[in-house]
């Protein structure tokens, strides 16, 4: 489906998510899950577990995985005491596995490129914590395309609340109809519902098994690389 080219004249900012949309990044988190599972004396998990709880940050994932592994409800205040106790171990051990495994996918530098040199604002708004965010950037190269990231211990909410994106249009000072927010994730997608935002969602990313058309975003796209015909071919 391609909306009339009269709905995206008015875009001058993106917002892009980062895990399973820009990069691959569940080999290294399984990783980091394993490790701090085995330190527990808990068997691993398959990746393939690891890549459905990923996308409402870390301490979710860690508390997914915890809540499978012990068979406990994820609200239980054991598991939450478990939690606490473990989150800094998964820290340690992400932070060892952070671009062992991880890759970019398919066409994203080259576009990034191109719409940063189309003129278009670019920032990141990601779940993932800060302080893992700028290294994975950098390590792929893609640091100096953004002017804003944004992670999910940035601000006092993260997606789905609207307030990164807020926050995006008060640095930028435009309004809700220029900027785009472009996710694999339905949590992405609120978080443009939201704030009054179109948005693009991605076929090929985390999206706890469930088809992103379901959402309903503006769009859907298959391949990274299928934004050029929304945002580059005005």
Known sequence: MILPKSQWLNI???????????????????????????????????EDLVRSWVGNGAQILMQRALSYSYSTAED?????????????????????HLQQHSRLYT????????????????????NKPYRFTIPLLQAFG????????????????????????QH???QWNIN????LMVGDSKNDILAAKAANVMSIGLTYGYNYGEDIGLSE??????????????????
């Open 12 to 46: 001058q900012a993106i917002a892009f998510d980062l895990d399973g949309t820009l990069i691959d990044s569940v080999p290294d988190l399984a990783a980091a899950t394993n490790a701090t599972l085995a330190e527990c004396s808990l068997p691993k998990v398959s």
């Open 76 to 96: 239980s205040p054991e598991l939450q005491a478990r939690l606490e106790q473990t989150m800094p171990r998964f820290m340690h051990h992400y932070a060892e």
């Open 107 to 126: 066409g994203v530098l080259e576009v990034l490129q191109q719409l940063k040199q189309a003129g278009y604002k670019l920032a990141v708004v990601t």
């Open 142 to 165: 893609l640091d100096g395309l953004f002017t804003q990231v944004l992670g999910g211990d940035s601000l006092a909410k993260m997606k789905p609340d609207p307030l990164p994106l």
């Open 168 to 170: 995006l249009m008060d």
């Open 176 to 179: 809700s109809s220029q900027l």
């Open 217 to 234: 975003p503006d769009a859907v796209c298959e391949h990274f690389s299928q934004l050029r015909q929304y945002l580059l071919s005005q």
